[in-house]
């Protein structure tokens, strides 16, 4: 009876001139929307190549899931004082079958999938007389080798006391390459490191009109072998929110402080995208039964701690000889066995950032590095565990 009455009121529909309702188009028409449109967050990727090198199991630029990331960051050039550009690792990258030529056969994947390289300079991006050639010579760099744009870090910036002649270069310079890059389509992202003392060497709000994006990343906040040589004590890579038993110079070393300071000095949030690390702290306790935040770490002057990474780490935490650790106030885990203890990026935290990111309304999240995720699943999860973790929290009702 039910498929008879539905039938006549199809009928009826048709007989009075009226149609059936036409399906409402999906809201992501593709599998990941693009960078301009109004709901896309970007999901930044830094790829390092170690195929050469590593002889554990390694991700190679084949296995890259360009359906995940919007835009892969790959290898580094340097800029020398003839404006000319180096590559940095031309025995991986040169020629056919190189570094480069592998990562732009990607984009036949994927059409949405961007590529872009590091460029890391010591100083000639504030020569006024360089900057026509060194503008051309990008450009050229990219074309020749089919990439979408370039992640621009300014070491001189980074490790000198910048003076307001700098500042007004680098933005003179930055306005330039965006002229010129707007010609052809290509992406001017430019990477800064998660201090407060980097941040005052950029003219924030000049800078932010002419780039495509600012990577902020938000890391590396403890784990210093100069700081923790001063201060022989255990703090998270990335935390989240400040301590409370932090002081007041301690609390800008956070996710929160810094992308929060970036935004009063002028950053648009849309711009901004939170950096996060795949790497981990490995310390050595004093005592292995005081860990967390502030715990004792053995300092050996000649030696830096040791790096680790979730790739290696994510196997222990079904070991029940390893103990998982929670700060509640940072939002970050900790791992130890006996005096062992790691400050490492997980499922949960690495969510929260994520999280984060989308209530604040930023531009998406970088991740360095994917090599350093779960990208093979071993760890009894899925392939690019805290990659995916990331994507997810991004689309989800966009």
Not at 263 to 281: D, E, M, Q, R, V
Request: hydrophobic share 35%; proline share 5%.
């Amino acid at each position: 009876m039910y498929k008879f009455i539905l039938f006549l009121g199809i009928c009826l529909a048709f007989a009075s001139g009226s149609k059936p309702p036409e399906k409402s188009p999906a809201k992501h028409p593709a599998r990941l929307p693009v960078a301009d449109n109004k709901c896309q967050k970007i999901v930044g990727c830094y790829y390092i190549n170690n195929e050469n090198e590593q002889v554990d199991p390694t991700l190679n630029i084949e296995m890259i899931d360009v359906h995940i990331c919007t835009h892969l960051f790959y290898s580094s050039v340097s800029l020398k004082k003839n404006a000319s550009i180096e590559l940095d690792d031309a025995y991986t990258d040169e020629g056919e079958g190189g570094g480069y030529e592998r990562i732009s056969k990607l984009s036949k994947r994927n059409k949405r999938f961007k590529t872009l390289t590091t460029i890391v300079e010591y100083g000639i991006l504030f020569d006024p007389k360089m900057r026509g050639k060194l503008v051309d010579n990008i450009v050229a760099f990219l074309q020749k080798y089919k990439l979408n744009g370039i992640e621009l870090k300014s070491q001189y910036l980074a490790e000198n006391n910048a003076v307001a002649s700098d500042k007004q270069n680098f933005v003179l310079l930055l306005k330039a390459l965006k002229e010129n890059f707007d010609k052809h389509g290509l992406i001017l992202a430019l990477s800064v490191d998660g201090y407060e003392s980097t941040a005052n060497k950029y003219d924030i709000k000049e800078i932010s009109k002419y780039v495509s994006f600012i990577i902020l990343k938000a890391f590396d906040f403890h784990g210093n072998p100069d700081v923790t040589a001063k201060r022989p004590k255990a703090g998270h890579i990335a935390p989240l929110y400040h301590s409370s038993k932090e002081n007041a110079e301690e609390r800008k070393l956070n996710v929160d402080y810094i992308v929060k300071y970036w935004i009063t000095k002028g950053a648009p949030p849309n711009k901004l995208i939170l950096g996060t690390t795949f790497s981990g702290i490995d310390y050595t306790l004093v005592n292995p039964k005081i860990v967390g935040r502030d715990a004792p770490v053995v300092v050996d002057p000649k030696y830096s701690i040791p790096p680790t990474s979730y790739y290696y780490t994510c196997p222990w935490e079904k070991n029940r000889v390893w103990t998982t650790l929670w700060d509640k106030e940072q939002q970050v885990p900790y791992i130890s066995k006996r005096k062992e203890m790691i400050a490492y990026e997980n499922v949960a935290s690495i969510k929260l950032k994520a999280e984060y990111a989308k209530r604040m309304q930023l531009g998406g999240v970088f991740a360095d590095s994917i090599e350093e995720d779960d990208f093979s699943g071993h760890c009894g999860g899925e392939k690019f565990t805290l990659l995916k973790t990331m994507s997810r929290v991004l689309r989800d009702k966009c």
